[in-house]
């Protein structure tokens, strides 16, 4: 079945970029070979998402980096899935450690963004994942299934996990340079699918697609494109970086 779950490689370009630093990156996916069996998506800061969709191949995807949970109101600094359906981009990611972590997003609010943003039409990134003392005293399964319900429980129809992509993110190694064993991202991985055969349903299991994220380079990304649960990936810093493409190429 790992072989009929597509590979998935997202950049997010988190708060950074100016139309002058986008274009070569966007050269670079639109020029270079990339494999065509990997599906590739960039998250543009909002500002830039327009931009980065007109300019960007329509092959490769756009996605926003975090919206709100209704379509519109007095929400000041805030987007909806309905606007970002408007200018053409199809994407989003929710509930990324840094929302959690540095803006307090609670379960309950990523969730509510997930029913709102599968409502609109979206396709959608969640992201799970523990920090470095909840990995050291054993609670890993324990926060990422707590964060995994609450966004489950928010998928309202079966056929609504075809545009979910859940990415798995361990805080620890987001941006620090440590990055997951293969084998500890396949342990994991592994069981997110388990969960997902028993919460959720074994087609759904078997289909959905789990992307690792922390500190995925071209050095490491061969490897842990090897591991039978890891469907892809969800790159930070170096999807600003040429290197991006030899990322979207692991599988080649």
Same mark, same amino acid.
């Given at each position: *079945?790992?072989?009929?779950?597509?590979?998935?490689?997202?950049? $997010?370009?988190? *708060? $950074?970029?100016?139309?002058s630093s986008i274009d070569p990156i966007i050269k670079d996916l639109n020029e270079k070979g990339l494999n065509p069996k990997t599906e590739v998506v960039v998250a543009a800061p909002?500002?830039?998402?327009?931009? @980065?969709?007109?300019?960007?191949?329509?092959?490769?995807?756009?996605a926003a980096q975090n919206c709100y949970k209704v379509e519109k109101g007095a929400f @000041?600094?805030?987007?909806?899935?309905a606007m970002i359906k408007d200018i053409g981009v199809q994407w989003?990611?929710?509930?990324?450690?840094?929302?959690?972590?540095?803006?307090g997003e609670s379960n309950t609010l990523i969730g509510e963004k997930v029913a709102h943003a599968l409502a609109g039409g979206l396709h959608i990134l969640p992201c799970i994942g523990e920090k470095l003392e909840e990995r050291e005293t054993n609670r890993t399964e324990e926060v990422c299934f707590s964060q995994l319900q609450q966004i489950a429980d928010n998928v309202k129809n079966a056929a609504d996990w075809s545009r979910v992509v859940i990415a798995y993110e361990p805080v620890w190694a987001i941006g620090t340079?440590?990055?997951? @064993?293969?084998?500890?991202?396949?342990d994991i991985h592994h069981s997110i699918r388990q969960?997902?055969?028993?919460?959720?349903?074994?087609?759904?299991?078997?289909?959905v697609r789990i992307l690792y994220g922390g500190s995925v380079t071209a050095e490491n990304c061969k490897e842990l494109a090897t591991q039978p649960d890891v469907d892809g990936f969800l790159v930070g810093g170096a999807s600003l970086k040429p290197e991006f493409i030899n990322i979207i190429n692991a599988r080649q």
């Open positions: *079945m790992a072989d009929q779950r597509k590979f998935f490689v997202g950049g $997010n370009w988190k *708060m $950074n970029g100016s139309k909002s500002l830039y998402l327009a931009y @980065t969709r007109e300019k960007l191949d329509k092959k490769l995807g756009v @000041t600094g805030e987007i909806s899935p989003v990611i929710l509930g990324h450690s840094e929302r959690r972590h540095v803006f340079g440590k990055v997951a @064993t293969p084998a500890q991202a396949q969960w997902l055969d028993k919460q959720v349903s074994p087609i759904v299991a078997k289909s």
